[in-house]
């Protein structure tokens, strides 16, 4: 259950950092409509690079460097395709998505450190 | 030099000097087209295979319905006992014994297996394998099937293949798998600004954004997986590094493999009886140090003789790089006489760490999905590369309105009966395991044979239907075909998927549910594809539909 929780935690940082980066870039931003007033904060990319860093930083410390790594890099796949099916199909499912995420991520990692 | 016409990330504007701007850049994109295609149906198997092998164990256990759920968590003395009583009846007068305890995922059942056995003592064979049920100490009966571990060794054993042979085709195959991912990432120009762009319904472009998203995505993992597989393989690759240390015959080879793989301190028979020492001690000091139910297997050589040894292999779920410990105990004293760490070199730490990423026997359960993901995403990027230079001769050619020439013809239908084709070849293994009565002789072999059978079908099918139609009617015999399965499982077998849930037996709840979901893709596909019924068939011939081939990202299959 543990291993569930931190699993995640993890990919929701992972999640949110990548939708973030991708919606934090210009030619992305136009496919989100109206919404795309969320998406011109200048900070948004340097958010998408700290989410995926914290990401990578649980993975390591959760699991240690090799198993740590190897999942990270497998989630991050796994997290990007999904980012990528959303901004193609449903673009203004990923701002919720993301915003989800970026809400989502210190809850869980609250209780992870705490459970 | 003729410019590629391309559009994305290839080519660009002439220089002043007349001379083609990114030379460089338009040499990579020969080299990475041509490299793609001439051995990419072979990597299209060789990845695919090797996915589904990250599940071989799984399905290993879903081709022998006869077996329980897994034994692991039994207690190892008594484990060991029943394997060692039951090898004292196999196997008298052996070389070597090994057993091999219920240690996790890899290893769901109690095993022997032994060499050098005399059958004057009693021996059922001289040298023999079995999988014993560790509460009864039987041996498990159950159907003869080469398993997912048969489908796993296919991605770099070819089947039918010697083993010469492979070693020469898919040590090509790989290194034209590393030359292809070098390249492509040269020539993606824009690989960070197009890191999320996949534009459908506009043909050539959404394949190649298709190809570039699927190989960008999981881009550490294919660097991964393809420069481990030439690590894997590295002393067949480059024998003179062995030959020059150790000699060119095939005892210095042996003496290299032994010095680097097997135990030390290992003796030749001594010619003189001595009782071999009970194991439950050894086990003790085993478990003290590595944890209950750590021990992997132990390897009796030489019991029952005055040099006899044993080695106790640590398990192996806990470290990336391949292999754990060892322990090598004198077998008539039970004195610990090594401690050998799982790598004894810095080269050979290297080596074990590429070995274990690819083989990625360390991972838990979502990491193992992911691994299996991977791999899928790696296959499709193998058939989007394939498709997309299909797909763009065929859009220059219908530019020109000239007739296809042969080497497209034949791209095209290599493409979709192996792209579907091989899947549906492996559908109708599962089908074989189901169907071949248990009782028959050579079932095993012929599961395989009826794999490729398939999949030789499905080639011919592709060489005789157009091309669109050739692509919707594998789809939808692959989506039967995988859709289906569980249905098979629950009428021959009684462990249905509904009963599978109840029981908790999550091996055969996931085989049910993969093979499901993989079939109704299939099906999904089939449909999508054929309502974007092309505007030019096969043959050439115009069809009016007053829609314009660009707008349909299937409109060009």
Redesign the interface.
Known sequence: ME?MLS?LTEWVWGFGGMGS??LS?K??ARQIGNLNHWTEWPGLKWLGWSLLAFSIAMMVGVRGW??GL??F???L??A??L??AL???RPRWLVLASLACVAAGPILTGFYVLF | MTRTPVGKGLGGSPKADGSPAGGFRQAMSWLHTWVGLTLGWVLFFIFLTGTVGYFDTEIDRWMQPELPQAQTGLNSTDTAQVLLERLRVEAPGADRWFLTLPAGRHQPYPGIFWQGASTKAGASATSGELQVNGNTGEPFSARDTGGGQLLYQMHWRLHYLSRTQADIIVGFATMFMLVALITGIIIHKKIFRDFFTFRPGKGQRSWLDAHNVLSVVALPFHLMITYSGLIFMGFSYMPLIVAAHYGVDDEARQQFISEVFDPPGLMGSAGESAPLIPLDDLIAVAEERWGEHRIRSIDIRHPGDGNARIIFYENIERRVASGGERLIFDGVSGELLHQVPPATSAAKGARDLFVGLHEGLFAPPVLRWLFFFSGLLGSGMIATGLVLWAVKRRQRMEKKHSLPHLGLRLVEKLNVGTVVGLPIGIAAYFWANRLLPVASVGRADWEVHLMFLAWLMVLIHAACRPNHRAWVEQLAIAGLAFGLLPLLNLLTTDRGLWHSLVANDWVFVGFDLTVLIVGLMSGWAAWQVWQKRPLIDAGGIAIKQGRSAQEFPGGQL
């Open positions: 291993s699993g980066l991708c870039m030619s992305h090799g198993p190897v999942s890099f497998g989630m796949s796994a990007t395709l980012v990528i901004i193609t199909y």
